[in-house]
């Protein structure tokens, strides 16, 4: 005897690990039924609640991987607090289009001004994008794949980093780096640039001081800002910080003390 095609239905998208789809169909059917819906509209109707499920998933997961320390969105970025910021540009990296240009986004200004929000925030519109992101300072990564040399698998690192479509280097030039860890960041770097995989990066150095941040050594730091600058876009921000402006109001006397935290 021949299963009717009603069981069929449910056994074929339980096997196909279709489980929204599964879990409603009876559901939609009833409605399809009732409105009296064509075979195709009732097929759309069922499989775009999978696909809403599984886009969530995948941010949700992207969300994960990227390891950020909060997120941050554009829409939550205080433009009236940095009236220096060409908001234009800012809306126009809101588009994504530097993604699939492989441009990458410079952030440059004094601690304290929404570098790393901004930096987070483009971060998380990619990941909501359905692209992996990997956030990270400077330090920290630098310090990572010192000891993926000590252990012999920088390769291996490295590949795993050129793997996000978006890589976020937070706080370049905030603490010094070695000759070593120095070369390391440019090989990052390097190999991003060559892959034109986008690197979201914050500093709060201008480019005449990047000497300092590559161990002293203007050749390498040239040769960075030759491949990070090729295709980018440059966003300065000269205001004030946000922690100054708020211990002002409140009268503190710690006003000019503190950490160079940018969130």
């Known amino acids: 005897m021949s299963v009717p095609y009603e069981q069929r239905a449910v056994q074929g998208l339980e096997h196909l690990g279709l489980t929204v789809a599964h879990a409603h169909l009876d559901s939609v059917a009833q409605r399809a039924a009732a409105a009296g819906w064509s075979y195709t509209h009732f097929l759309g109707y069922l499989l775009d609640g999978e696909l809403a499920e599984r886009q969530r998933k995948r941010v949700e997961l992207n969300l994960m991987f ?21 908001r234009r540009l800012v809306e126009e990296l809101a588009t994504g289009r530097f993604l699939s240009e492989g441009r990458n986004v410079v952030l440059l200004g004094p601690p304290g001004v929404g570098k790393t929000h901004l930096a987070i ?7 909501e ?25 920088l390769h291996r690192e490295l590949k ?10 937070d706080e370049v030039g905030y603490l010094s780096l070695d000759a070593v860890q120095a070369s390391l960041l440019f090989q990052v770097i390097c190999q991003r640039y060559q892959k034109e995989q986008p690197v979201v990066l914050t500093s709060n150095k201008p480019f005449a001081e ?9 050749v390498l730091a040239a040769a960075a800002l030759d491949r990070l600058l090729h295709r980018a876009t440059v966003l300065n921000i000269r205001g004030e910080s946000y922690r100054l402006k ?17 969130l």
């Open 66 to 86: 990227a390891r950020f320390p909060v997120v941050k969105r554009l829409a939550e970025f205080d433009f009236a607090a940095q009236p220096g910021l060409d």
């Open 246 to 262: 708020e211990r002002r109001k409140a009268g503190s006397p710690q006003v000019g003390k503190g950490g160079d935290g940018d």
């Open 160 to 169: 795993v980093l050129m793997q996000p479509k978006v890589l976020v280097l």
């Open 121 to 127: 925030a483009l971060g998380v519109l990619t990941a």
């Open 210 to 218: 990047w000497g300092q941040v590559f161990a002293d050594d203007a």
């Open 129 to 153: 994008r359905g692209h992996r992101v990997y956030f990270t300072t400077a330090m920290d990564l630098a310090v990572k794949l010192t000891k993926a040399v000590d252990a012999n698998r």
